[in-house]
């Protein structure tokens, strides 16, 4: 985000950056930091974050980015993605997931039982639990599902889910996102190969899945804020998805499922 401003003349904007260091804890106070500076934007990446942001109060624009579903986090309603309200809008990460199961299935043709291990409480999981669901039925698919409300559930679950799944497929949160090692160490040991909707994951357990790539999510999201730093108003700037989706392989579990890259 700060080199697309940097490289499009922003060059003398100030620019603060806060982070919260893994700890949620931290979000509220620093949303109120930012939200009582006077700044022209203020941008938020994640769920989390973006929710303690809306919190603070509407006065400063603001632009959500990487999160999967702003309106299941409260962010938007549905009715005002293409004009937005409440002075926010954003970039999300949501793709198509029956793309993503297409994908599965085109893998392991035979996978019929479909493990899904998500935070009920996490609203970017749900949201694609809810498609992946739907999606599944659509294929032939039967969804195994099991809850985990702590990484320390993460082993645990993953090996239960394995016992009764042909294959894993892996919601974006917070809880699989940090267990995702764990994952991929059940995946090998179980034989059962696990299909992430969240790229960057798939280095540690996924063999391979289709999605946004976070650098793109980056600078559409300096976009936006460059749109806005020119007077446009947030009302006039939809929400938007990934305009570039891409393939994304672990070529060493493709080989170890004896997936070949085709």
Not at 45 to 63: F, N, R, Y
Not at 183 to 197: A, D, F, L, Q, R
Not at 227 to 255: A, F, S, T, W, Y
């Amino acid at each position: 985000i700060v080199e697309v401003l940097k490289d499009k003349g922003f060059t003398k904007a100030k620019i603060k950056v806060l982070n919260g260091q893994g700890d949620q804890t931290n979000l509220n106070q620093m949303s109120q930091q930012l939200s009582s500076m006077g700044n022209d934007v203020n941008i938020s990446i994640g769920s989390a974050a973006s929710q303690a942001m809306e919190k603070a109060g509407h006065k400063t624009p603001l632009i959500f980015s990487a999160i999967t579903d702003p309106v299941a986090a409260g962010l938007i309603t549905k009715a005002n993605l293409k004009h937005p309200n409440n002075n926010a809008t954003g970039v999300t990460v949501l793709v198509n997931v029956k793309m993503q199961l297409e994908l599965l299935h085109k893998m392991f043709p035979q996978a019929k039982k479909i493990g899904m291990m998500y935070d009920a409480g996490e609203p970017n999981a749900m949201a694609i639990v809810k498609r992946a669901r739907k999606a599944m039925k659509e294929l032939g698919m039967t969804p195994v599902e099991k809850t985990v409300a702590s990484a320390s559930d993460v082993e645990a679950t993953a090996r239960a889910l394995c016992k009764k799944s042909d294959a894993l497929f892996i919601p974006n949160d917070h809880i699989a996102a940090v267990g995702m090692n764990t994952i991929g160490k059940v995946s090998t040991e179980t034989k059962t190969p696990v299909v992430n909707t969240d790229p960057t994951m798939i280095q540690f357990a996924g063999v391979a899945t289709k999605g946004a790539n976070f650098e793109d999510i980056g600078k559409q999201t300096a976009d936006m804020a460059i749109k806005i730093l020119k007077g446009k108003q947030v009302k006039d700037i939809p929400v938007e998805g990934p305009k570039n989706i891409h393939l994304v392989m672990n070529k060493k579990r493709m080989q170890f499922f004896g997936v070949k890259e085709s």
